[in-house]
């Protein structure tokens, strides 16, 4: 199942990027699909951890929370560089994460290093060391919101 959803995955995406529909194209797309579903099954990549298909349900509400969140903190950095007399006050903060897998530990760390004024320094374990612009974004991240939502996003709910 795995193996089929990421050939039509890729199919899709060639037909996208392509935008021809005529016969010899769409053979040498399909083989081109083909060859790289091969050399993936041979070289394991269609794992679980490597192809996350279970994850693509949660995904799609997972990643408009993150885009909202990104823009959230995109208007608080822009309105702490612009506001004259605003002090901003960068902190480090660690925060544990909640997650039970090195992909979710990844996904927490770079979701908290794309939303704007933080970024992950550190990683040690399920300990994550993250700089904030102002205390505010700590505090966001100490709250447990996003681990929470990252976690429910690595089970697939």
Not at 12 to 33: D, Q
Not at 117 to 137: D, F, M, Q
Request: aromatic fraction near 10%; glycine fraction near 10%; include cysteine.
């Amino acid at each position: 199942m795995r193996l089929i959803s990421f050939g039509m995955i890729l199919f899709l995406f060639w037909l996208s990027l392509s935008g021809y529909f005529k016969a010899f194209l769409l053979t040498g797309g399909l083989l081109c699909t083909l060859f790289v579903l091969y050399v993936s099954r041979r070289m394991k990549l269609l794992d679980s951890e490597g192809y996350p298909a279970h994850l693509l349900a949660a995904a799609s509400t997972y990643w408009p929370w993150l885009l909202w969140e990104i823009i959230k903190a995109g208007w608080s950095v822009t309105k702490a560089i612009l506001k004259p007399g605003r002090s901003i006050s960068p902190v480090m903060t660690r925060v544990v994460a909640g997650q039970h897998t090195s992909a979710g530990i990844a996904t927490y760390a770079n979701s908290i290093t794309l939303t704007p004024g933080t970024i992950t320094t550190g990683v040690k374990g399920n300990i994550l060391t993250v700089h904030a612009l102002e205390r505010s974004g700590a505090l966001d991240l100490e709250d447990g919101g996003m681990d929470a939502r990252v976690s429910r996003f690595e089970r697939g709910g």
